[in-house]
């Protein structure tokens, strides 16, 4: 067998270092992210049970609502129980893509990218409704 030259040696080097480098950075990031060192990370019971503010309701002893205490005025309804025209209208406003991917849409991050770094406008739209609710349940800690 012959031996390999030392100028391809440099070259297989860098080479494997290319090839292995995407799993080094996504390993480093599932240990910072399981440590807690990029922020909270809900568990899988926290995102299967998402604690709603539901406003308290007072009722009467003939079933007429006497009052609400609420921060946020929030009632729980069924999906089946919206108008799909609501549905609709959700959709076409802020996600024209939720049927397409699976909560993260790469086009729209991608303007969303090239908005803000190349053309330095600051117009959001990169998020999807799913980014939007997954903020909205877990916001990042403002203290």
């Known amino acids: 067998m012959s031996k390999i030259p030392r100028s391809w040696k440099r070259y297989l080097i860098i080479l494997w270092g290319l090839y292995s480098l995407p799993f080094v950075v996504i390993i480093i990031l599932f240990i910072l992210l399981s440590t807690g060192r990029l922020g909270y990370v809900p568990t899988f019971e926290d995102l299967e049970n ?28 069924d999906f089946a129980d919206l108008s799909p025209k609501l549905v609709n209208a959700l959709l076409a406003t ?3 893509r939720f049927h397409r991917h699976s909560g993260v849409d790469a086009r729209g991050t991608a303007r ?12 959001g739209g990169g998020s999807t409704i799913t980014q939007q609710l997954a903020k909205n349940l877990y916001p990042r800690d403002t203290t």
């Open 50 to 77: 998402p604690k709603n503010n539901l406003a308290s309701e007072v009722w009467s002893a003939d079933s007429v609502l006497l009052s609400k205490f609420y921060l946020e005025n929030r009632t729980y309804v």
């Open 94 to 96: 802020e996600d024209i």
């Open 112 to 123: 969303m990218l090239v908005k803000t770094l190349l053309l330095q406008q600051n117009t």
